[in-house]
């Protein structure tokens, strides 16, 4: 069966781990808890008429102490920026990482993933900063699932055409 | 190698064909598959490990990152030497350590984000509460200070003194509202300055004492023998404490009286007591009612109302004057909060300044441009100015007023900071560019923030709103150069009887003086209506705007208005020149 390894990229705290759960697991839990190196999980779907086994790779979240090491992309289909609505920071953060995945590893399918949109009234992220880039953008809630099973087969569409 | 298993590590030796062989016991964690497969992580740390087994140099050994998978958190190590082996750790351990300090990381940098974000929305709304507070008492304060500059009578008078007051009273306190903020962050300064300690707690009295009257309450006062009359201190941080004390004794009292007594309790340090005959407060929540936002009962706020910030400021300014604070209450019978500060005694006292002389304008005849979306501000500006003879243009935005500034050459420039279209700020920016005309900012923002951003834009200075006519007409004095001669061009056919009626005028000044001297309004009264009557037809508008307030004024028998009036003609005689 066709497998593609999957990169959960951002900073620390925007919920990777919880979209790997949800989608995985179809679990959420509210108690944050930090990665730390990189969480593998693997899930079977099925894309048109092709099953796929995607190889989830839940890299920590980048912080002032500790670099994304972009040695853990290698071999990677694509990846899924995930930026914070709540953290304006986050968006600029994931600005950042695509820039340095695209420098060190080329040119690699991505989407971006506008997390927590149950918290949409708290939002800091400017939809116009967001549409600048022109990146494929999906809003999710990790803790309702809105959007997040769309988002993976989105990109995992992506990856076998 | 069962103790290796023991300890948690799986021990391969890596074959010259880049295959895998376990070495010893397998621990119960390792899946029966070749590790390539099992360890997905393997995929990227093996080339790595190659490259390292190639080329060591100096190191033994090398760590990859640790992994997670099926809820189980390993880590791998290729060890060089003549032979080489790959150990795969389950580092439960290493990885609870490392995810305790992460996460303690992250967890502090979360929390540093939210109070930045809170402090952030906090001085957004304080800034926002300013303005939305300030505007309207603006307006309102303003009206009653131009109301009081009409003629009234004795109980009208009366009146409009006691709304100027509350209003005032009004405005400080949501000043310390706003000061709240800094009330936390102790960034409050006491002044330091000479005050009659009776005259400040009669002034509390006066001002708590129209509601507790209205509630059938009577407030009584006494200063023990030996508190010196006169103290050097903050006398209005100390009138805020007794109007806030003397406030919720009222709202807690429904029969009795209230009472404020003042008595030395050590040298330089006075113990205040301001006692009811109230409903009471519980022994167990006597400690806490000075916290913020804490009243005795959750059900208090309901049924009584107010923020519960009052005793929480209260207890910061006590302490900064150097006291302390506490209450005493039986439930039923009252309570009595009491407060002790640190105040020295002041000298003899100075002779009081002569009344509250009103502030003249000096540049009479100025060009005026006024920038400000509100009508009512506008209407209060054009009021405070409509007897200085200044020619006022007004506008809406801050757009209009860089357009405005550029058709005429303005002495100065009253700019609104909140406007639409081009708020002040900008504008104030661009016609700074044009030129050095003073610029006052007119904000209702109390915030150092928005002054900064008005200086920063080039103002000359910034004026709070509510702004008091002394204020407004003290600036414009301040920054803007008093012409010594007024230019008034006349009508050549009028040239020659100008000179003449200046001169009369001169002389009514003199017969004013002395009709006011012996009380004769009815004199005022007519010369003012005489003046009223001609000043505009010989091209002098100050004359007839003089004239009529004088007119008035005699009217309503407002003696210090007729000085000030006698005084501005005087003014104007002195510095006006014909063309």
Not at chain 2, 193 to 205: S, T
Request: net charge negative.
């Amino acid at each position: 069966m066709l497998k593609k390894k999957i990169c959960m990229v951002g900073q620390f705290g925007v919920g990777k781990t919880s979209l790997v759960r949800r989608f995985v697991d179809s679990l959420f839990d509210e108690r944050y808890l930090t990665t730390v190196g990189v969480k593998i999980d693997r899930k079977d779907v099925t894309v048109g008429s092709e099953s796929v086994t995607l190889m989830l790779w839940d890299l920590a979240g980048e912080d002032d102490l500790a670099q994304l090491n972009v040695s853990h992309l290698r071999g990677a289909s694509g990846y899924i920026l995930v930026v914070d609505g709540c953290r304006a920071a986050s968006l600029a953060k994931a600005v950042e990482l695509q820039q340095r995945i695209a420098g060190q590893l080329g040119p690699l399918p991505f989407v971006l993933v506008l997390n927590k949109a149950d918290l949409r009234d708290h939002w800091e992220v400017q939809d116009t900063a967001v549409s600048q880039h022109g990146w494929p953008t999906f809003e999710t809630s990790a803790k309702a699932g809105n959007g997040v099973e769309e988002m993976f087969l989105a990109l995992a569409g992506k990856l076998i055409e | 190698m069962n103790l290796l298993a023991a300890l948690g590590y799986a021990v391969f030796e890596r074959a010259p064909d880049r295959s895998f062989q376990l070495l010893g016991t397998a621990p119960d964690w390792l899946p029966d598959r070749p590790i390539e497969h099992a360890f997905p992580f393997l995929e990227i740390f093996l080339p790595d490990a190659e490259e390292f087994w190639t080329n060591p140099g100096n190191r033994k050994t090398l760590y990859s990152d640790l992994w997670t998978q099926n809820e189980l958190h390993f880590c791998a190590i290729a060890v060089a030497g003549e032979q080489k082996f790959l150990l795969i750790e389950c580092a439960e351990q290493r990885f609870r350590q490392t995810q305790g300090f992460a996460q303690y990381a992250h967890e502090a940098s979360l929390a540093r984000e939210q109070i930045a974000k809170l402090t952030e929305a906090k001085s957004e709304f304080l800034a926002r509460m300013s303005h939305e507070i300030r505007t309207p008492m603006n307006a309102l304060l303003g009206m009653a200070e131009l109301l009081s500059e009409t003629p009234l009578n004795d109980e009208q008078r009366e009146y409009v003194r006691v709304f100027r007051r509350a209003g005032d009273n009004l405005l400080n306190v949501i000043n310390d509202i706003l000061d709240f903020s800094k009330v936390e962050a102790g960034q409050i300064d006491l002044e330091k300055g000479e005050f009659n300690l009776a005259r400040v707690i009669e002034e509390a009295i006066e001002i708590a004492g129209v509601r507790a009257r209205a509630r059938g309450l009577e407030i009584r006062s006494r200063i023990q023998p030996g508190v010196p009359a006169r103290l050097v201190g903050d006398p209005g941080r100390l009138r805020q404490i007794l109007l806030n004390l003397l406030g919720n004794a009222t709202k807690f009292t429904d029969r009795g009286e209230l009472a404020v007594l003042v008595e030395m309790s050590s040298p330089e340090v006075l113990h205040f007591a301001v006692s009811d005959t109230g409903i009471g407060i519980a022994v167990d929540r006597l400690a806490t009612i000075f916290d913020s936002f804490s009243q005795a009962e959750a059900s208090t706020t309901r049924k009584y109302g107010g923020t519960g910030l009052g005793l929480a400021i209260s207890k910061r300014f006590v302490e900064l004057m150097g006291g302390r604070i506490w209450a005493e209450s039986t439930p039923g019978l009252g309570s009595t909060m009491h407060f002790t500060a640190r105040f020295s005694a002041a000298g003899a006292p100075k002779p009081e300044a002569e009344g509250n002389a009103p502030v003249i304008l000096r540049n009479r005849g100025s060009r005026i441009l006024l920038a400000d979306d509100s009508e009512e501000n506008r209407f209060l500006i054009r009021g405070y100015l409509k007897d200085s003879g200044c020619i006022i243009d007004e506008v809406e935005n801050g757009a209009q007023a860089v357009e405005q500034f550029k058709q005429g050459a303005y002495d100065v420039v009253l700019m609104d900071a909140e406007m639409p279209v081009l708020d002040g700020y900008s504008a104030t920016r661009e016609i700074r560019a044009l030129g050095a005309t003073p610029i006052f900012l007119l904000t209702a923002h109390a915030l150092r923030e928005a002054r900064a951003r008005g200086f920063e834009a080039g103002c000359t200075d910034y004026l709070t709103k509510p702004i008091k006519k002394a204020t407004l007409l003290e600036a414009i004095n301040k920054f803007v150069p008093a012409g010594d001669r007024i230019q008034v061009s006349v009508e050549a056919w009028l040239k020659p009887v100008v000179g003449g009626y200046l001169e009369k005028r001169r002389g009514d000044v003199r017969k004013l003086r002395a009709a006011l001297d012996r009380g004769d309004y009815a004199t005022i009264r007519t010369l003012g209506h005489q003046m009223s009557g001609t000043g505009g037809g010989y091209g002098f508008e100050p004359i007839t705007e003089i004239g009529n307030v004088l007119e008035e004024a005699a009217q309503a028998g407002d003696a210090a208005q007729m000085r000030a009036s006698i005084e501005d003609l005087d003014r104007y005689l002195n510095s006006v020149q014909v063309e």
